[in-house]
């Protein structure tokens, strides 16, 4: 049914699909890795408030500027969440930038 060639040919191909799905689990592995470590961050009220999030979008530093108290509570509170909402739209984007970077020929 099958000769020795094919036999060496299915073998050939079955190893390097092999070696090709271990080489996207160890690019996934680093690419998990290194997006964990970063933070975005966001500035909005003309830079008076600046807001840090980690790669699950969680809050991790908040800084706001002397300056804003010349501003209502409910003005520092708007631009809080607008920063958040910014930091986290970049987290997203970077996100989808890393998943399109990761299977990249994946159909191959």
Same mark, same amino acid.
């Given at each position: 049914?099958? #000769?020795?060639?094919?036999?060496?040919?299915? #073998?050939?191909?079955?190893?390097?699909?092999?070696? !090709?799905?271990?080489? !996207?689990?160890?690019?996934?592995?680093?690419? *998990?890795?290194?997006?964990?470590?970063?933070?975005?961050?966001?500035?909005?009220?003309?830079?008076?408030?600046?807001?840090?999030?980690?790669?699950?979008?969680?809050?991790?530093?908040?800084?706001?500027?002397?300056?804003?108290?010349?501003?209502?509570? !409910?003005?520092? *509170?708007?631009?809080?969440?607008?920063?958040?909402?910014?930091?986290?739209?970049?987290?997203?984007?970077?996100?989808?930038?890393?998943?399109?970077?990761?299977?990249?020929?994946?159909?191959?």
């Amino acid at each position: 049914m099958f #000769d020795d060639g094919s036999l060496d040919e299915a #073998d050939r191909w079955v190893d390097d699909w092999q070696g !090709r799905i271990e080489e !996207r689990i160890a690019r996934a592995q680093a690419l *998990a890795a290194r997006f964990n470590e970063l933070t975005w961050i966001a500035h909005t009220g003309g830079g008076l408030v600046e807001v840090a999030v980690d790669s699950s979008g969680a809050i991790v530093s908040l800084h706001l500027d002397e300056e804003v108290r010349r501003h209502s509570a !409910r003005w520092i *509170a708007e631009q809080v969440i607008e920063a958040v909402g910014a930091a986290r739209a970049d987290l997203a984007r970077q996100n989808a930038s890393l998943l399109t970077e990761l299977t990249a020929g994946f159909e191959r």
